[in-house]
């Protein structure tokens, strides 16, 4: 199984950026625990704090069984990126390290949500565990 993990803008900067809402561990560290925990998945991580470049990265994502998507601040304003995961028709989930719903009211509204298969939310970097799960097994879901 080949799996997208895609992480939009800031998430460069985990481990470091409000870790009281992200937490201490960095991209590297979310990397490595998933290769660990899924060595029967080929994963590739990319992330980028470009709207154009997580376009461009979902497009090439045609052939892949699934994306694990943390489009992060672009989730909540960008039609563009949801026009992208509607076209290429791969199962994508979407994830955020931070409950968006207890925080402010701007983060409530997804607009990737509805062309998602699923959305995760709150549980820090174990929602990565939880999309590519449900990934693996589409039936239990």
Do not use: W
Request: overall charge negative.
């Amino acid at each position: 199984m080949r799996v997208l993990v895609l992480n939009g803008p800031n998430l460069n900067l985990l481990g470091t950026r409000e870790p009281e809402t992200y937490g201490a561990k960095t991209l590297n560290d979310l990397e490595t625990l998933m290769m660990e925990r899924f060595p029967e998945v080929e994963f590739t991580f990319e992330q980028s704090n470009h709207e154009g470049m997580l376009i461009d990265s979902l497009h090439a994502a045609r052939g892949y069984d699934g994306i694990v998507l943390n489009a992060a601040a672009y989730t909540h304003t960008s039609i563009a990126l949801r026009d992208a995961i509607a076209a290429i028709e791969v199962p994508t989930i979407e994830v955020h390290l931070s409950n968006v719903h207890a925080r402010e009211e701007f983060r409530h509204r997804s607009l990737i949500a509805p062309v998602c298969r699923g959305v995760i939310s709150g549980l820090g970097m174990t929602g990565y565990i939880l999309a590519t799960e449900a990934l693996l097994h589409p039936d239990a879901t």
